[in-house]
């Protein structure tokens, strides 16, 4: 049979993107709105600082972990002369890892305030 490239990285980056958009939604759906200074952004209660953190460590880092992931293993399978690549899966995880980058601007933007809120009314 023919190796063909593993779809396990691409499952696990849009697996990663979707929970932390799902976190996302949980935080837009318990937010107040929150002056930091130059702007008005609806930021999540400090109690739930732990679900900004997972969102964060969601989007972008095992996003960017699955996309280094189908990179490498679509590399060293490039020696076997039977073996497949599907350049598609690399460039989802790439498009997922852009994306997660923004989505995780809101993840550190509310686990700031989350803990800055903590750090300062104790």
Do not use: C, M
């Not at 709105?33 to 999540?44: C, E, K, M, R």
């Not at 899966?89 to 700031?112: E, P």
Request: charged share 15%.
């Amino acid at each position: 049979g023919r190796d063909v490239a593993s779809p396990v990285p691409l499952v696990l980056g849009g697996a990663a993107f979707v929970v932390s958009l799902v976190l996302a939604l949980v935080e837009v759906a318990d937010a107040r709105a929150s002056d930091l200074g130059f702007v008005t952004l609806p930021v999540i209660e400090p109690r739930l600082w732990w679900v900004a953190l997972l969102g964060y460590v969601f989007t972008p880092i095992v996003v960017i972990v699955a996309a280094g992931l189908d990179r490498l293993w679509q590399r060293s399978g490039l020696r076997d002369r039977y073996f497949t690549p599907k350049p598609l899966y690399g460039r989802v995880l790439r498009l997922l890892t852009w994306a997660g980058l923004v989505l995780a601007l809101w993840h550190v933007v509310n686990l700031a305030a989350a803990l800055s809120d903590l750090w300062s009314n104790p």
